[in-house]
Structures are given as C-alpha cells and as structure tokens.
C-alpha cells in the first residue's frame, strides 16, 4: 500500500502530465502502454485494422556518431514490430531551434534503422509534439501536420518524417465532441481537477489517462518528486513572466527618454504606448497565452483588438 502526502482541501487529484515528471511517469511507464497507443491512435486517426495494437520503448537518449557529435535526448521513443517509429515531445515554450531540433529527431531514428548494405529506405517516422504555446500561426487548427515538401505543388519531396503538432494554446472555449478534443483538453486541464470530470463522454474516452495520472496511486517518494517537477514548472512561468516584466520596464524607459527628448507630453506618451505594444506583439509572436500577457502589460485581448481591428 502507497503511503501518501496529506493533501490541501480541494487540491488536484491528478498529476499535470505537462510537468517532467508527470509526463514519464504517465506515458513511459510499461503499465500505461495502453493509454499511449490509444492516444497515438487518436492522434493518427487508426481506427478498426489500422490500430496500432502494441508498441516496444526505445532508449530516449542515443549517443553521437563519435565524440565529436551531438547526443540525443527525447521525451519518449518506441517503435511498432513493422518498424514504424514514434517520438512523442512535450515542449513548454517554443525555443528558436524547436524546428531544427525536432527535425534532427527525426532522422536520427532512420539513421538507427539503416543497416549496411541495405537500400535507403527510410522507415515511418512521426514525431508528436504536445506544445503549450503556438507554434504555427496564423492558423485555428489544433493539430497541425508538416511533411518536407517541394516548394511548387503539393507534392512531397520524402513521405517521412511525419511531423504532428497539438498546440494546446489553441483549444477552443467551447467544448467539442471529437475524441482528440477530449484528450488534449484532459491533457492541458486535468492537472487543475479536484475532482473526475463531470462529463461522461469525456470521462469515458480519457478514463484510462484519468486512471494514470492520479496523484494517489504514487508512494510518497513519487508524490515528492512529482511536486518538485510541479514546482520547476511554476518557477520557469514566473521567471519568464519576471523577464518580460523587464523588458516592459526598460521600453517604457526607453519610451519616457524618447518623449523627454522631444519636450512634449504627447511624444513622452506615445513613446510609452509604443513600448507597450512592442512588448505585447513581441509575446504574441511567442504564442503567449493572454492571461500572461495582461498579467505583465495590463493589456487585455479586448483592449489589443480594439486598437488591432
């Protein structure tokens, strides 16, 4: 029997699985095999005899060619018995070379495959990125797919790597029926709830993440390193927030000597609302969710749309 950790009066009953540790411990665990192949599945629209039925875990780290070369280290690797390979990234915030990383993912798994003496061809490879922020913008859709195309016509210039985008930022307010919807809406919420879901159509698509993710079935060693993983995540919120919150400071300073310069109290204002709208167009370029934004600029979405009609 798990010893556990007293729990606060309506505190969360599962683990965030966007934290490090909750993301392992929930979908790399050999006991929750399942629960990744039907979110594989989902994800992947297999229904019927295109199902993934069974996956094998592949080490997430893998060595460079030689000393001289890059190590790799994934969230989650595994592989189907055809030979299918499946890389599934859980990225907080969109970093400059998200792109090239993922890529270099990618052909890192076929450059296992390839055997000498064999001909190039490249295994399946889809690499499944959970993203907390936007990642392509300009588009409403959740999941977004990117294939390596020719630049005129549609045609791709590789069938493989298949590349899989769920952007969490992106999930609609109103509730939506598709089983994909339930799950990115667990997989962005469930780590909020004091209490299952009242909805039962959600409830029965996700029961089997519910199940893995509650905080009670870890022992008390678990449910430390669990909130130490917790707290990690709050600290790097708080410390980008604290970072944009400087960089408002020093616009608007900048924006004050500005209109200082130029002697009027019009040019010292719009110097500063100048400032504010470059910090704020800098965080939505970032894929800032709003509640961040407002909290560091006092800009509201209505306030931004009203000026960016």
């Not at 893998?62 to 790799?72: E, F």
């Not at 450059?111 to 300009?138: F, Q, T």
């Not at 799950?183 to 993440?209: C, F, I, K, R």
Request: include cysteine.
């Amino acid at each position: 029997m798990n010893e556990n950790l007293p729990q606060p009066e309506n505190a969360p009953i599962y683990m965030d699985v966007l934290t490090d540790f909750g993301f392992k411990k929930t979908f790399m665990n050999p006991k929750n095999k399942s629960v990744l192949i039907k979110f594989i599945n989902r994800v992947l629209e297999r229904t019927g005899e295109s199902e993934i039925i069974d996956l094998v875990y592949l080490p997430t780290e893998h060595v460079g060619l030689d000393v001289d070369h890059k190590k790799v280290v994934q969230d989650l690797e595994c592989c189907t018995q055809d030979g299918r390979h499946f890389i599934v990234e859980m990225q907080r915030a969109v970093e400059s070379d998200f792109r090239e990383r993922i890529g270099f993912y990618a052909f890192r798994a076929s450059i296992d495959d390839l055997k000498a003496g064999e001909r190039y061809a490249l295994k399946p490879v889809y690499i499944i990125v959970i993203s907390e922020e936007e990642v392509h913008k300009g588009f409403n859709n959740i999941l977004q797919m990117a294939t390596i195309r020719f630049e005129e016509g549609n045609e791709r210039f590789l069938r493989y790597p298949i590349f899989l985008i769920l952007e969490l930022s992106k999930l609609p307010r109103t509730h939506e029926r598709s089983m994909l919807y339930q799950w990115l809406y667990a997989l962005a919420n469930l780590g909020q709830w004091s209490q299952p879901p009242q909805d039962t159509a959600l409830m029965d698509e996700v029961h089997p993440l519910l199940e893995a993710a509650k905080i009670a079935i870890l022992n008390t060693v678990e449910q430390k390193q669990y909130h130490q993983s917790l707290d990690e995540k709050r600290g790097m919120k708080y410390a980008f927030e604290y970072k944009m919150q400087q960089g408002l400071e020093q616009g608007l300073a900048k924006g004050r000597e500005e209109g200082r310069q130029e002697g009027r109290q019009e040019g010292l204002d719009e110097g500063i609302e100048k400032a504010k709208r470059e910090v704020v167009q800098g965080m939505l370029d970032l894929g800032l969710p709003w509640d961040t934004i407002t909290k560091v600029t006092g800009f509201s979405e209505a306030d931004w749309i009203a000026k960016h009609p």
